[in-house]
């Protein structure tokens, strides 16, 4: 089982930027397909972007598509989410989470990290 740690969220201004990382506390990330999910207050947690295994896929939520890009870094063991252009809606809990399936998928992960706050002022 991997533990999974969210780090970089914080507060910025609308129009701003924030990367965010997810590292493991245990295990090899390599492992994985990884995907970003975000849960704003009232409203239910949702997709935001996943990649492969190996990097080489990425699919992104129409929301945050061309705003946001996720990445993979496997020899450091850590997944990233750049994000670009916020908006005060973008302003929610932050999880990364992995699956120990082949393929991206919008659902259907197995580990999940506690969260990083990302706040976003107009």
């Known amino acids: 089982q991997v533990q999974l740690v969210e780090s970089g969220g914080g507060l910025v201004q609308a129009g701003g930027s924030l990367r965010l990382s997810c590292a493991p506390s245990?295990?090899?990330?390599?492992?994985?397909?990884m995907g970003w999910f975000r849960q704003a207050p009232g409203k239910e947690r949702e997709f935001v972007a996943g990649?492969?295994?190996?990097?080489?896929?990425?699919d992104y939520a129409d929301s945050v598509k061309g705003r946001f890009t996720i990445s993979r870094d496997n020899a450091k063991n850590t997944m990233y989410l750049q994000m670009n252009s916020l908006k005060p809606e973008d302003t929610a809990v932050y999880y990364c989470?992995?699956?120990?399936?082949?393929?991206?998928?919008?659902?259907?992960?197995?580990?999940w990290g506690q969260g990083t706050q990302v706040t976003v002022s107009s």
């Open positions: 245990g295990g090899t990330v390599s492992r994985y397909t």
């Open positions: 989470a992995a699956r120990n399936g082949l393929g991206i998928n919008r659902r259907g992960y197995d580990y």
């Open positions: 990649i492969s295994r190996g990097g080489g896929s990425t």
